[in-house]
């Protein structure tokens, strides 16, 4: 049975970090109406996003696994396993549900029946790279989650600004910080240049129409 939590989630934090423990993090995240949340824990402060994908948001997500797709099938020798909204986790410490999930090599996480439905890093290795698309939530994007994403130990770390029409790319340091840069080290050689360049396009052309014109420019690379 799931432990009734004091966090009442509602529209007015929607936006607002506020105080939690692990053990309320979980009994959200487990609690029947969590399919309808993203839910974000570090540092014992959690974010509940109760709000549902706009257009946008969908569009340049969708879009985004296309980007991933479209690189990795110059390189099909290279195992890649792109996912989409899942819940990564170190017990105890941070939760979150990235918009998108990149694993690349050996080691990707296999699901096995009676598990929680969540990527343990406790269990399995961080992935390569996370992503989140900011549409009403970017702020957050480039604050409190690029600290819990540094602190989880992602690699590569990428914020897509949809009404900017821009994308962030963060690698982290040794010092566990993240550096901003200009070009992907996961995509070795794709550059912040080109992914703007190719944003640019979304707001006169469908998302597989711009996947289409960013395949003929990767395969000039």
């Not at 959690?46 to 991933?68: C, K, P, Q």
């Not at 963060?170 to 996961?186: G, K, M, T």
């Not at 240049?193 to 640019?200: A, F, I, R």
Request: aromatic share 12%.
């Amino acid at each position: 049975m799931v432990t009734t939590t004091p966090l009442k989630p509602n529209s007015k934090n929607l936006t607002q970090w506020q105080p939690a423990t692990w053990q309320d993090y979980i009994d959200l995240l487990e609690s029947p109406a969590a399919q309808d949340w993203k839910l974000f824990f570090n540092q014992k402060s959690i974010f509940i996003d109760m709000g549902a994908e706009g257009l946008n948001h969908s569009r340049y997500s969708d879009f985004f696994t296309m980007v991933f797709l479209l690189w990795f099938l110059r390189y099909p020798e290279q195992p890649a396993e792109s996912m989409s909204n899942c819940t990564i986790c170190r017990t105890g410490e941070q939760g979150a549900a990235p918009d998108k999930v990149l694993y690349l090599g050996e080691g990707i996480p296999q699901w096995q029946e009676g598990e929680p439905r969540r990527i343990d890093v406790t269990k399995w290795r961080v992935p390569d790279l996370v992503g989140e698309v900011g549409d009403t939530t970017l702020a957050t994007d480039l604050d409190e989650k690029k600290r819990l994403y540094a602190a989880m130990g992602v690699p590569e770390y990428w914020v897509i600004d949809v009404r900017g029409e821009r994308v962030f790319i963060f690698q982290l340091q040794e010092n566990q910080q993240y550096q901003e840069v200009d070009r992907s080290h996961v995509l070795q050689g794709l550059s912040i240049q080109l992914l703007q360049q190719t944003l640019g396009r979304l707001q006169q052309e469908t998302n597989i129409q711009v996947a289409t014109w960013f395949a003929q420019q990767i395969a000039q690379l």
